[in-house]
């Protein structure tokens, strides 16, 4: 029997590094370890050639590219691209409607002949939030947004109409519940995972010390509220951050934490760049408590590594977190600060805590299991081949 052959259109992967990325990647492989033909059409990378195969992928290149709310680059050859793709494909999956790996196929969309699936990273919040106030900046922005991306849904319902299946993160996602209420396709879950090397046998305290985040340094990211929250709680704890590389938020970090030390004293913080991914992954798992600060997230995939890894996990109200176990949600510095002492005190909160999240990680949110719910998505869609000609 000939393998199903599958294209995916993402608006980043390998060799570049992000959420999406990463959770398109164990996908694309996992279904090619699976047996499927799987084909992704991705945005150009500089020094990257214009097709390899990557782990059983194919990957082919153009020049498409996400800038700020915007789609830029060859629209006309993405286009292309994916239409010759798709003439013998089984079906098409597009990663994120508000990206151009699905924007731009809208139009060519009747050139597909082949069923085609949504898979949903979340969608603008149209709701406005304390942090939409912060500055005049902020506020700006969040107008602007939501002009845009009201436009755009509107605009394209009737083509998102044509799906056939759309995932989305979490029952509980905006996403899911707007493509309910609009009646667009069959709608279904497909969460987010962590690597196998992230999950623990058991959870360990004896080992565990210490707070820990991990993340691209950014002003979205917000590792500053993790800072100030730290140095207001007065716990003993060391503190580590992490990212992929010093930029200028990291150097702002520096000095922040600094300015910190002067007025509270010396702590133990650490403000990291660049570590082995084997070195996060440990770290991690010897942590006492993961922390996420983000301004916005939809499933972030570093509360679920740190739920795999039996790490207790504080977040910020962003997204689907307050639906997940194994860990507490606070809203801003002073909430954090109170969540940090308190569970630096209680152990047995901690243990409890982090046996939840371990335990509903490992039945939920390993790329095995992700996968395979994958899987019937795609297998559902191939055979029902429902608006296909």
């Not at 759309?166 to 069959?186: A, C, P």
């Not at 109170?338 to 390993?366: H, P, T, V």
Request: glycine share 8%; hydrophobic share 40%.
């Amino acid at each position: 029997m000939t393998a199903r052959k599958i294209v995916i259109t993402v608006d980043s992967y390998a060799p570049k590094t992000n959420g999406i990325q990463r959770v398109t990647q164990y996908q694309a492989e996992g279904l090619s370890t699976r047996g499927y033909d799987v084909v992704v059409v991705t945005s150009d990378v500089k020094g990257a050639p214009s097709e390899e195969k990557i782990n059983g992928v194919t990957v082919r290149r153009v020049n498409a590219h996400m800038w700020h709310m915007w789609h830029r680059g060859d629209r006309k050859g993405f286009q292309e691209t994916v239409v010759s793709a798709c003439a013998d494909a089984d079906l098409v999956i597009n990663v994120s409607a508000q990206s151009f790996a699905a924007a731009w196929l809208f139009p060519v969309f009747d050139m597909l002949r082949c069923p085609k699936m949504l898979i949903m990273h979340g969608m603008h919040d149209f709701a406005w939030k304390k942090t939409d106030f912060r500055s005049p900046k902020a506020f700006v922005m969040k107008v602007v947004r939501n002009i845009r991306w009201s436009e755009f849904y509107h605009r394209n319902l009737p083509s998102l109409r044509k799906y056939n299946l759309v995932t989305h993160l979490h029952g509980q996602d905006g996403s899911f519940r707007w493509f309910e209420g609009k009646g667009i396709g069959q709608n279904r879950v497909v969460m987010n995972a962590a690597q196998d090397g992230f999950f623990a046998d058991e959870v360990a305290f004896d080992e565990k010390r210490g707070l820990i985040s991990v993340g691209t340094y950014c002003a979205g990211k917000n590792q500053k509220m993790i800072l100030k929250a730290y140095y207001r709680s007065g716990i003993d704890s060391p503190l580590a951050l992490i990212g992929p590389s010093k930029n200028a938020y990291f150097h702002k970090l520096v000095r922040f934490n600094q300015k910190l030390q002067r007025k509270y004293g010396i702590r133990d913080v650490s403000i990291l760049a660049g570590l082995p991914r084997a070195e996060t992954i440990s770290r991690i798992k010897s942590a006492a408590v993961y922390v996420c600060s983000s301004r916005q997230e939809f499933f972030p995939v570093s509360v679920v590594e740190a739920m795999a890894a039996g790490t207790v996990w504080i977040s910020t109200s962003v997204g689907v977190v307050k639906h997940l176990p194994g860990g507490v949600v606070v809203n801003g510095v002073k909430e954090m600060a109170e969540r940090f002492e308190e569970l630096s005190r209680c152990l047995n909160d901690r243990l409890i805590l982090a046996e939840e999240g371990r335990a509903y990680a490992s039945k939920n949110l390993s790329e095995g299991v992700a996968v395979d719910v994958l899987c019937r998505c795609v297998n559902e869609t191939c055979e029902k081949r429902k608006g296909s000609a």
